[in-house]
């Protein structure tokens, strides 16, 4: 997982309240992913960026916003948390060229909403 | 998207090898094949891809049929530390990870 932090790992929150990930890199990498993954399942994309400005929906993007105002970091961000958006959160770089690269995941941040 | 299909579970034991089958039989001639594992709380890591020929790295040796239907990953001596969740997924050549589509996997539990 070197060189893909995401803050906080843990985080706890109330129906309603809002709260924001944040995912940096610490290389120079143009795409950036963010991705959740629910008990027993596998990871499903909720939004991705190809280069810094630039942001697009994925899979299950309803619910989140992201910003990517400078290139290493790429933020979500939850305004009205939901009991359905407790999952654990993973952002990825990739490296490489289309179709042969290789992502490089966070550790995770887990997200309980009461 | 074409999709792949694993066997939910596998079991092995340590220091033999382990053979994880993969079957895509609508690939296209475009598509890469790539495996990732989750270890337990854990993000997924990379650990090989195959276009057409055999593969070998570090970590294991991806063995893809002659049709490209189906595929295998293989770690040569398996440990403890190998226990995963397994993916295999199809990603074509000119497509960013945005349309990469992670199912459930496999998981590999490895006997002491």
């Known amino acids: 997982n070197a060189g893909v932090t995401q803050t906080p790992k843990f985080r706890v929150l109330k129906t309603g309240q809002s709260m924001t990930l944040l995912c940096a890199q610490d290389m120079n990498h143009e795409y950036m992913y963010w991705y959740r993954q629910d008990p027993g399942m596998g990871l499903r994309l909720i939004h991705y960026?190809?280069?810094?400005?630039?942001?697009a929906k994925g899979e299950v993007p309803d619910g989140y916003n992201v910003s990517r105002l400078k290139k290493q970091n790429f933020l979500l961000g939850l305004e009205s948390a939901a009991p359905s958006q407790t999952s654990v959160y993973f952002c990825a770089i990739e490296t490489g060229a289309a179709g042969a690269g290789e992502l490089f995941f966070g550790e995770g941040s887990r997200l309980t909403v009461l | 998207d074409a999709k792949t299909t694993q066997p939910n579970s596998m079991e092995s034991n340590e220091e033999e090898p382990v053979h994880l089958p993969c079957n895509h039989s609508t690939i296209s001639g475009t598509d890469y094949i790539h495996w990732y594992r989750q270890l337990p709380s854990q993000g997924p890591e990379y650990v090989i891809h195959g276009l057409t020929s055999n593969v070998n790295n570090r970590m294991a040796s991806l063995a893809i049929a002659e049709d490209r239907k189906s595929s295998t990953l293989i770690l040569h001596r398996a440990t403890l530390r190998d226990a995963a969740v397994y993916y295999c997924?199809?990603?074509?050549?000119?497509?960013?990870?945005?349309?990469?589509?992670f199912g459930q996997g496999t998981r590999l539990t490895i006997n002491p």
């Open positions: 960026s190809v280069g810094e400005g630039t942001t």
């Open positions: 997924i199809l990603r074509d050549r000119q497509e960013g990870a945005q349309k990469l589509v």
